[in-house]
Nanobody
Framework: QVQLVESGGGLVQAGGSLRLSCAAS????????MGWYRQAPGKQRELVAT???????DYADSVKGRFTISRANAKNTVYLQMNSLKPEDTAVYYC???????????????WGRGTQVTVSS
C-alpha cells in the first residue's frame, strides 16, 4: 500500500509565501505523475499543478506566474512553491500521485489526506 505524507500548510498574510511538500512511500515501482489539487468550501476540487516523470508541467490559469511545481525523484517527493498568495488561494490542498506498484500492474491514482492553506488579507 502507498502512503502520502504532506507538510507545509498553514496561515499566511496576503502577498506571502508557502512551500508544500508531499512524499510518497510504500510499494512503489514507478511514479508516472504527481500533482496538487485544491478544494475551497462550496466549490469542486480543482487542478492546481501537475508534473510528469519527464518534467512536463501544467498549471491552472489562476496560479500561473505565482506557483511552481517541482520534483525530487530520489525521494519520491513533489513540492509546490506558492508566492504572492491571495485570499482566493485559501483551500484544502491535496497531493495526487499516479503509481505502478509492480512492473506488470496497472497505474493507480492515490490521494493524500489534504493540508489546509489559509491566506488572510
Amino acid at each position: 500500500q502507498v502512503q502520502l505524507v504532506e507538510s507545509g500548510g498553514g496561515l499566511v498574510q496576503a502577498g506571502g509565501s508557502l512551500r508544500l511538500s508531499c512524499a510518497a512511500s510504500g510499494s512503489i515501482f514507478s511514479i508516472n505523475a504527481m500533482g496538487w489539487y485544491r478544494q475551497a468550501p462550496g466549490k469542486q476540487r480543482e487542478l492546481v499543478a501537475t508534473i510528469t516523470s519527464g518534467g512536463n508541467t501544467d498549471y491552472a490559469d489562476s496560479v500561473k506566474g505565482r506557483f511552481t511545481i517541482s520534483r525530487a525523484n530520489a525521494k519520491n517527493t513533489v513540492y509546490l512553491q506558492m508566492n504572492s498568495l491571495k485570499p482566493e488561494d485559501t483551500a484544502v490542498y491535496y497531493c495526487r500521485t499516479i503509481i505502478a506498484t509492480t512492473p506488470s500492474s496497472s497505474r493507480v491514482n492515490y490521494w493524500g489526506r489534504g493540508t489546509q492553506v489559509t491566506v488572510s488579507s
